[in-house]
């Protein structure tokens, strides 16, 4: 059964930090490539970042340039996105993805609630 379970979610303040990581099965990480989407309250689903197999090349989206950190472990079969320097903004549900690399495959994980809040 192919999974894609996300955690590390939680609420924190201005300026903070926070680690997600998604952990993959079912299926052979290391031939996907590891995406990060955010969706908010009321709003469509934003890219956020994404990396390369081999974890070479990472490509984030400018709201979070500076900020988030995308790393894989494909031993662990895990993503990782270090948050830091948090911002009111970036309150939302974050959902990683897998995508088969050459293929139309792709797997979606359930989602961590992330909230910045005074």
């Known amino acids: 059964q192919v999974q894609l379970v996300e955690s590390g979610g939680g609420t924190v303040q201005p300026g903070g930090s926070l680690k997600l990581a998604c952990v993959g099965s079912?299926?052979?990480?290391?031939?996907?490539?590891m995406k990060w989407y955010r969706q908010r309250p009321g709003k469509e689903g934003v890219y956020v970042a994404g990396i390369t197999i081999d974890g070479g090349r990472k490509s984030y989206a400018e709201s979070v340039k500076g900020r988030f950190t995308l790393s894989r472990d494909n031993v662990r079969k895990t993503g990782y996105l270090q948050m830091n320097a948090l911002k009111l903004e970036d309150t939302a549900v974050y959902y990683c993805r897998a995508e088969g690399q050459g293929s139309n495959t792709a797997y979606w994980g359930q989602g961590t609630q992330v909230t910045v809040s005074t």
């Open positions: 079912g299926f052979t990480f290391r031939y996907y490539v």
